[in-house]
C-alpha cells in the first residue's frame, strides 16, 4: 500500500516539474462541469440533503442571508483563500500603491510554490495585470505569492495584513496561514466569513470582477493558457466571479456571484464531495435566490424629503435630503407593503454643516424593518451674528405691528 502510494506522490512531481501541460490537465480534472449532471444533480436534490459541509447565500447589497446551513462551521477552505488575496491586491492598486502596469519580479520562493500553478521562474518579470488574470482564472499559487510580496515584502507580512483584514470585517471564525490555501491544518474559514469578503471585494472593488468574468486567456504573452475554474461564469446567466478551491481536506469548494437586473448574489460552498456537486449546489442557491427575491430601490441620494427650522443662523430653513441610496431586498410580492417612517428632529441650531444628520428614514414590512437611511442637511449654515439676530427679531415684530 505504502509502494503505490509512494509511486502517486512521485508521479504527480514528475508531471508537476518535468510536463506542465499534463499536471495542468490533471488539475483542471479537480473543476470539471459536466452540464448534464449539474442539471440532473440541482433539480433533483433539495438543499438538505447535498452531499456539502457547509453553505450560504448572501444579498450584497444589502448582506442579508436568504438561506445557509452550517455557515459558522469552520472548515479547510482551500484557494477560496485567495478572495482575501484578491481584496488586498485590490485595495493596493486602488489606493495607489500600486499599478496595473508595474511589473512583477519573481523571487525563488514564489516559483517554488506547488499546486495549481502558472511556472513561472526566478527573476521572471510580467505586469499587475498579467498576475490577476493568472490568480482569478487559474488560481496560480506561485503568481499569487509574488503579488504578496510585491505589495508587502513577503508572503508572511501579506499573512499578518490578510487576518487583521479579517478582523476589520468582523471574520470572527477565519485564521489565514497562507495567501494560496495550499495549507489545511489551523487555516480555516466559514461560509459565513467567506461571503462577508466575498461581499467587500465585489461591492468596493468591482474592477475585479473584470477578470473573473473572462472564460479563457493568456499568461506570459501567449504562452500559458488560462481557463477559469469557475465554470459557472460560462455555464450560468448572469455569473462573473468569484473563486474556486480544492484540496482533499477541504473538498470541493466554491465562492460564486452572479448578477440579474438588480440584484446581485453571494453564493458560498464549503466541502462539496466532487466537483459537480459544488456547482449543482451554488447553482441551486443562486436560481432560489433570483426566483424568490427582488431588489427594490426606495430612495435616491440627494433626493428631498422636507424642510427643517434652523435657529440661530443665517438662514432659517435647511432642506433635509436623503444621505445614501438605497435598495432594499424583499420576498417577490412585497413590494406594496412596504411602510416609510419619517424620524426627524423638530429643529437644528446653527452652526449646520453640509451631510450632518438630522433624522433617518425606517422602511418596515408587517412592522419588521427592512431597512434603513440617514437624512441630512444640504447645506452649511452658519450661526448668525448677535447684531443679525437682533435685526431678525426686529424686523420681525415690525411685520407684526403692520398687520
Known amino acids: 500500500m505504502f509502494r503505490k502510494f509512494l509511486c502517486f506522490v512521485i508521479s504527480v512531481f514528475l508531471l508537476n516539474i518535468l510536463n506542465p501541460v499534463v499536471y495542468s490537465n490533471f488539475i483542471d480534472e479537480l473543476y470539471q462541469y459536466d452540464e448534464e449532471t449539474v442539471d440532473a444533480i440541482a433539480a433533483n436534490t433539495s438543499f438538505d440533503s447535498f452531499n456539502a459541509k457547509a453553505f450560504i447565500l448572501m444579498d450584497a447589497q444589502t ?53 495549481s500553478q502558472a511556472y513561472i521562474e526566478p527573476g521572471e518579470q510580467y505586469t499587475v495585470h498579467e498576475a490577476l488574470k493568472a490568480v482569478a482564472l487559474h488560481s496560480s499559487n506561485d ?43 489551523g487555516h480555516y474559514s466559514t461560509a459565513y466569513d467567506i461571503a462577508i469578503m466575498s461581499r467587500e471585494l465585489i461591492t468596493n472593488h468591482s474592477k475585479i470582477l473584470e477578470y473573473t468574468c473572462i472564460w479563457m486567456d493568456t499568461f506570459r504573452g501567449g504562452e500559458f493558457e488560462l481557463t477559469n475554474t469557475n465554470k459557472l461564469v460560462r455555464f450560468y446567466n448572469g455569473a462573473d466571479g468569484l473563486k474556486t478551491g480544492f484540496t482533499r481536506a477541504a473538498g470541493h469548494c466554491l465562492s460564486a456571484t452572479a448578477k440579474r437586473n438588480d440584484m446581485r448574489l453571494i453564493s458560498v460552498v464549503l466541502g462539496g464531495s466532487d466537483s459537480n456537486t459544488r456547482f449543482a449546489l451554488s447553482r441551486k442557491l443562486l436560481d432560489y435566490g433570483f426566483a424568490n427575491f427582488e431588489s427594490v430601490k426606495v430612495n435616491i441620494k440627494g433626493e428631498e424629503v422636507r424642510d427643517v427650522v434652523v435657529k440661530k443662523g443665517i438662514e432659517d430653513m435647511a432642506k433635509c435630503i ?5 435598495s432594499i431586498l424583499l420576498s417577490r410580492g412585497q413590494k406594496d407593503k412596504v411602510k416609510r417612517e419619517i424620524r426627524i428632529v423638530e429643529f437644528v441650531e446653527a452652526p449646520v454643516k453640509k451631510g450632518q444628520k438630522i433624522g433617518e428614514v425606517v422602511y418596515k414590512v408587517d412592522d419588521k424593518e427592512v431597512g434603513k437611511v440617514d437624512l441630512v442637511c444640504d447645506r452649511d449654515i452658519p450661526k448668525a451674528s448677535f447684531g443679525k439676530l437682533l435685526l431678525r427679531l426686529f424686523t420681525s415684530w415690525y411685520s407684526l405691528g403692520r398687520r
Open 322 to 326: 436623503y444621505g445614501d441610496d438605497l
Open 63 to 115: 448582506g442579508q442571508i436568504l438561506s445557509e446551513e452550517n455557515s459558522n462551521d469552520t472548515l479547510p477552505i482551500a484557494s477560496v483563500t485567495k478572495v482575501m488575496s484578491m481584496l488586498l491586491i485590490m485595495e493596493a492598486i486602488d489606493s495607489g500603491k500600486i499599478k496595473l502596469t508595474d511589473n512583477v519580479t519573481v523571487s525563488e520562493y514564489a516559483a517554488g510554490m506547488g499546486g
Open 143 to 185: 503568481v499569487t505569492v509574488s503579488l504578496a510580496e510585491l505589495i508587502n515584502g513577503s508572503e508572511e507580512a501579506f499573512v499578518v495584513m490578510m487576518n487583521e483584514k479579517a478582523q476589520q470585517l468582523g471574520m470572527k471564525n477565519t485564521r489565514f496561514l497562507d495567501c494560496t490555501g495550499l495549507t489545511d491544518e
